[in-house]
């Protein structure tokens, strides 16, 4: 059987421990003193191997000889057990785990995902062509243990090797080891070793190779999704940038499927800006868009409906389900108006020196009731939560709209012609918003939306109507 040690690093307020890529050094380095294994399983706690076979998947790649000079890691994708039957929350992450690894799998292969990738330990230590030597040759990738684990001088240099000032003046976690500078220490490291020139596989069999949790509440999800948001800026808007270092590096096609990811928190800005514009217009009959009578009118049909369609046809057409693509695109909005647009906030107001939270561990623990309305397709709201203001806001500005414009067209004060993209997209946010509206007016359980983040966003959406009422009054 294999020795499984629990490795507790020690941990002082005057050396930083960089979070999960300190915890992943530390563990790379004390498994060095002790088996120094040329290849490395990172696995998060609350994932377990699904399919005996898959280390022997991985060492065939490993084992291949036109592949091993520059081969770091081969990625597994993430998959989950407990989804429920339309995933409303979208934790497959089809996009991420499975879409876009089988289109960079054609280049240099797919980013690192933090879980589920067995690396080799030579990858760790500077680029295939040089090689980054560590402070004690017990710590080189070619270093043979010839003492038991249990050995005095095993335990006394991993001690040392795990100890909180170990890292101070050297280049663990600069040129060695996971790479440090963002919060998403997995898509920062894949990055910069790709960008050293390591290459990487993706491996996707049938049988999920490894099974994980999954959080079963919105506002976990959300919260997971704004650290995510401020690590990926992190590395947008660093010397590293993708649009920059990696072009350089990598190449523009590569460098751009890691600006891809970058950027993302990015999208908050025109999510949000379509959530409440053409509706607080549409409240005071102010016309936006084209008419339907304009010949400009079909470039946002074939916008709308083709950027909707290839989404659904890629969706599918990885083993997705319309049901579950509904559900993937209705996150990608909440995520725009709550962990996009907060992790951009985040970001810019801990540049600016403002003190913000910090990093948080999801949680995955839940209550009986609370999985019963999970697996029932009833989302869990519960907490109260300042990306819950904004959704809620959202929805009660887009339903007021959409309401508003029906009645004014019933009675002829305005006309569907000039009205109907802004109508159009009030009713589509408005469908989007169902589960929201369910949380705030019909539901009593504790799951449902906080009265206080109906109250004041209630409040807020008044708030925000006054400005556009007087600057649209003699428009």
Known sequence: MPNLIYLSREKNKSSPHHFKAGALNALLRVSGIMTNAPIILTLDCDMYSNDPSTPQRALCYFLDQTLWPKLAYVQFPQRFHGLNEVDIYASEIKGLFHTNPVGMDG???????????????????????????????????????NKPIQAHEISRQAHYVASCNYEDESTWGSKMGFRY?????????GYRLQCEGWKSIFCSPKRPAFLGDIPISLYEVVSQNKRWSVGLLEVAFSKYSPLTFGV?????????????YAFWPIWSIPITLYAFIPQLTLLNGVTIFPKVSDPWFFLYVFMFLGAYGQDCLVFTSHQGTFRRWWS?????????????????????????????????VTSKVVDDDQ?????????????????????????????????TSIAQIFKGDQSLDGLFIQMFIAGFVVINCLPIYEGMVLRSDKGRMPTKV??????????????????????
Request: hydrophobic share 45%.
């Open 107 to 145: 280049l240099r292969g797919p980013n690192y995902v933090g879980t589920g990738c067995f690396f080799r330990r030579r990858a760790f230590f500077g680029c295939p062509s040089s090689f980054e030597q560590p402070e004690i040759p017990e710590l080189f990738p070619d270093h043979v243990v």
């Open 371 to 403: 999985g019963k309305r999970y697996h029932q397709g009833v989302f869990e709201f519960g907490v109260v939560s300042p990306m819950f203001v904004t959704l809620a806001t959202a929805s009660i500005i887009n339903l007021v709209a959409f309401l």
């Open 181 to 189: 500078g963002s919060l998403v220490e997995d898509y920062y490291t």
């Open 328 to 360: 993937d695109q209705r996150m990608w909005m909440i995520r725009g108006l709550s962990s996009y647009l907060f992790g951009t906030i985040e970001y810019l107001t801990k540049h600016l020196g403002i003190s913000t939270q910090g990093f948080n």
């Open 248 to 260: 350089r590096s990598m190449g523009f096609v590569m460098a751009h499927c890691y600006a891809h």
């Open 454 to 475: 109906t109250i004041f966003s209630t409040f807020l959406a008044s708030i925000l109507y006054m400005p556009f009422a007087f600057l649209l009054r003699n428009v």
